[in-house]
């Protein structure tokens, strides 16, 4: 048996690093297997959240529980919040409960259960082996999980028991007693490092149980987790929405204002905290737990003050995108006559959609907005929505009685979402190579934006008239606009003359904006010869 000599230290810190480690991927574990157990259901719960803080802080606790991770759910949160799913009122109880949720790991670890995870490892993980059934090989892995969890947090125990023999260490760690934002700084530092507030919070409580830091140590240290939660949220949130940044901000706020209201108090709230449990590993976790949860109550007492200082900070109008469709309503199936109509009026506004997006794209090449790309991208998630449920809809009037009439109009109407559709997607690719354009550094000049705007603005206005024939059925018009489509051609050839001026990199991506800009006017011609065909 080969036997491996390190050095006191080096025995010390592989393992209280080695357990940590163990810990990370144990936790990694718990929460893929709590959500194949449960269910992904994270997305569809936030999403039919009310309007009331509460009760999205009580949704956002147990996704967080689920996930075993307050980022997932804040990640989530800003996701959905960027694609106009949920609104800023929604997310701050989100934001609230995540903070409770992350209290719950700790508690977990506190279990005195000695040398128990050893036999919750070999029963979890050979039973499944002998039990041929899917449902039970799931709840297996979930409490294999478990018990790597509890042999992590025995390992790091274990790993830091000989620091609490070392004078040096010890009067290290008992500083954040007596300065207690420098205990703050290194929580926070850890956090943002492992990305996660949890594996801090277990750390510190192992550190507790050997007796290597004192309560009021573990209680600066704990609040510094906090605040570096907030790192990966605000990193993420960068180039999205407004809402989105502007719910990473409140978490920053959220996290920062109850972390530095504490701070002249971490002294009594510790000897507070001390009449818990008669353990100190205990107390951490129960010190963890009341200011999370008290301070998620008194924020939630203040969600409207709070949601204005964060429109405040991070001003702006903010884009309202409707993913669900207005006018179509399957009752009106039984009238096909009306169910037409309703479906003549979804697909307009379909269209008005792909032409609002036009105005976000010349705000976002004359860099005047360019958060608005993010917009983009939402908005043609919701067209791609609508286009879906407008079809649905189309398919099923079909299969009713239809005179001759109104069996034209259906495939009219569906060539024509069709269309509408695929000129959303071009403005989104156009979109996109601008993005690619900025990432990369390359620079439009005064006179490129000039004349991109100009082709925007021509492709945008035939779009536009393309989509009012559409609507009309008006023949006259549409030969009539018919005509002008030569003038689209010629402007596309003048950015194409204009791009052989630039660098290989930048006439490349140049060349993809105006060819999926023409695309866009193209599809709009499409609309045109539906009026004069007549299917």
């Keep these: 048996m080969i036997n491996f000599q390190f050095s006191p230290l080096l025995n010390i810190l592989v393992g209280i690093f080695g357990g940590l480690a163990i810990f990370l991927f144990a936790m990694q574990m718990l929460s893929q ?4 157990v449960v269910g992904d259901q994270a997305e569809k719960i936030l999403r039919k959240l009310t309007d009331r803080p509460s009760s999205g802080m009580v949704v956002g606790t147990l996704i967080t529980f689920l996930t075993q991770s307050s980022s997932i759910t804040v990640l989530t949160l800003i996701g959905l919040v960027n694609v106009g799913v949920l609104n800023l009122n929604q997310g701050m109880g989100v934001l609230l409960g995540a903070g409770i949720g992350t209290t719950i790991t700790a508690q977990l670890v506190t279990l005195e259960i000695g040398k ?32 790597l969890l509890f042999m992590g947090m025995a390992l790091m125990k274990e790993g830091a028991r000989p620091i609490s ?19 703050i700084l290194v929580g926070a530092g850890f956090t943002a490092i492992t990305s996660s507030s949890s594996a801090t919070t277990s750390l510190v409580v192992a550190l507790g149980a050997s007796g290597v830091i004192g309560l009021p140590s573990a209680v600066a240290l704990i609040m510094g987790a906090n605040v570096g939660t907030t790192v990966l949220e605000f990193i993420a949130a960068l180039g999205m929405s ?15 204002i109850g972390v530095g209201a504490m701070l002249p108090f971490i002294k009594p709230f510790a000897d507070l905290m001390e009449l818990s449990s008669s353990h100190l590993a205990n107390q951490i976790a129960n010190s963890h737990t009341v200011f999370n949860v008290g301070s998620s109550m008194v924020f939630l007492l203040f969600v409207g003050v709070l949601v204005r200082i964060v429109k405040w900070l991070v001003p702006g109008e903010v884009v309202q995108l409707e993913r669900k469709v207005k006018f ?22 379909m269209g008005k959609m792909v032409s609002k997006n036009f105005d976000y794209f010349k705000k976002i090449i004359s860099n005047k907005e360019s958060h608005l790309t993010e917009t983009v991208f939402a908005q043609e998630v919701c067209i791609d929505d609508v286009y879906q449920q407008v079809a649905e809809y189309l398919t099923k009037i079909s299969s009713r009685e239809l005179n001759l009439e109104m069996s034209e ?10 269309d ?41 206005m035939f779009y536009r008239k393309s989509l009012q024939t559409y609507l009309s059925g008006d023949q006259e ?52 010869n539906i009026v004069i065909s007549g299917f």
């Design 33 to 36: 297997n709590l959500q194949n």
């Design 116 to 147: 128990l995870y050893f036999p919750i490892l070999a029963v979890s993980f050979f039973l499944p082996l002998i039990i041929k059934n899917e449902k039970f090989e799931s709840w297996g892995k979930l409490v294999f999980s478990f018990g």
């Design 165 to 183: 023999q070392s004078d040096l260490t010890l009067s290290f760690f008992e500083k954040f007693a007596t300065n207690p934002f420098l205990g």
């Design 242 to 256: 407004l809402t989105a940044k502007r719910i990473a901000v409140a978490q920053a706020l959220i996290n920062i």
């Design 328 to 349: 179509i309503d399957e009752g009106f199936l039984k009238m096909p006559s009306v169910a037409l109509i309703n479906a003549e009026k979804e697909t307009g506004r």
């Design 409 to 418: 109009r259906v495939t009219r109407l569906m060539h024509g979402i069709t």
């Design 420 to 460: 509408i559709e695929r000129a959303g997607d071009h403005l989104n690719h156009a979109t996109e190579q601008v993005s690619i354009m900025r990432k990369k550094r390359i620079k439009l000049t005064k006179k490129d934006i000039k004349s991109l705007v100009v082709f925007v603005d021509q492709c945008q």
């Design 477 to 528: 018009r549409a030969q009539n606009l018919l005509k002008t489509w030569n003038k689209i051609k010629l402007g596309r050839q003048r950015c194409a003359r204009q791009g052989k001026t630039f660098t290989s990199k930048k006439r490349k991506i140049w060349l993809k904006i105006v060819y999926n800009l023409e695309r866009t006017a193209h599809h709009g011609e499409n609309l045109v």
